[in-house]
């Protein structure tokens, strides 16, 4: 992107948002954040782990109990091949989540918005850069994962390769919504509320099962996470069966993106600004 349209967009955003919300800075929290992780590069490494570990324990005990699934568009699929697409989603919803939920103690403790907000950065471009530094550290997961996917045999046509940018999408769906709850939370032990509805989300999505094994009531609450629409789309490219709903699921994750961004400024304003 060439400086004249990186000057253009920056001046539109400032002409939608609040006066002072956006200076078109955010990159320097994502360079902040990049040098505090080049000391720590074991905390990101960290993330690849736990999902390899589930991929390998389908591969060698319980896939051989489910040789066989049926997958999008009636493929069959062995079972490790199922779920290795949505795991791979789910790593980047872990990753996103873990990382809003330090955005908690930048807020609350550390003091270091109000020390951005003392510098021509506005809320937004707090939000915009925490956004993206959340979507890069998962992408690293991601691209880590399909990398094991491929040399487990389990990429096996070049739709696969949107299974990353898929992963991007959800990082970002949960990473603007894991921001508003970080400015909601007013102490650590609420932390215990964003895992009460994580892990059933990953456990109920459709990461394991198809969702319409569910009665209807469950069905409609799975629908709803985030994580089922990464899913959907993840689970399709994994096998190149492409579908018109795949729109649907990727609209409702640039929507929560978007509504996450704008609260997220609206909520660090509030908080700091007022």
């Not at 920056?10 to 939608?16: G, N």
């Not at 896939?63 to 779920?83: C, D, H, K, N, Q």
């Not at 003091?111 to 510098?119: E, F, I, K, Q």
């Not at 215990?192 to 209807?216: C, K, N, Q, W």
Request: overall charge positive.
């Amino acid at each position: 992107m060439s400086v004249v349209d990186t000057g253009r967009r920056t001046a539109v955003l400032q002409r939608v948002l609040p006066s002072g919300s956006y200076a078109g800075m955010a990159r320097r929290l994502v360079e902040r954040s990049a040098l505090l992780y080049a000391r720590a590069w074991m905390v990101l490494l960290s993330g690849i782990f736990e999902p390899l570990f589930y991929v390998l324990a389908f591969q060698i005990g319980f896939g051989a109990l489910v040789p066989v699934v049926v997958g999008p568009g009636g493929v069959e699929l062995s079972y490790v091949a199922y779920v290795a697409p949505a795991l791979l989603v789910a790593s980047a919803m872990n990753g996103a989540v873990s990382e809003t939920m330090s955005m908690f103690y930048k807020l609350r403790f550390d003091g270091l918005y109000d020390s951005v907000l003392a510098t021509p950065l506005g809320t937004y471009d707090v939000a915009l850069g925490e956004l993206t530094w959340t979507v890069l550290r998962s992408g690293l997961y991601a691209v880590a994962f399909f990398a094991v996917m491929s040399v487990m045999g389990l990429v096996t046509t070049p739709w696969a390769l949107l299974l990353v940018p898929v992963a991007l999408l959800v990082s970002m769906a949960f990473a603007a919504i894991g921001m508003v709850c970080a400015t909601l939370l007013r102490s650590s032990a609420q932390f215990e509320y964003i895992h009460l509805i994580v892990v059933p989300m990953f456990l109920f999505s459709g990461t394991f099962f198809a969702v319409d094994r569910y009665p209807l009531p469950l069905r409609v609450l799975a629908e709803l996470s985030p994580l089922y629409h990464g899913v959907e789309l993840a689970r399709g490219f994994s096998v190149g069966v492409l579908s018109p709903s795949m729109l649907g699921h990727t609209a409702y994750l640039v929507a929560l993106t978007a509504a996450g961004l704008y609260g997220t400024s609206r909520r660090i304003g509030k908080l700091l600004l007022n």
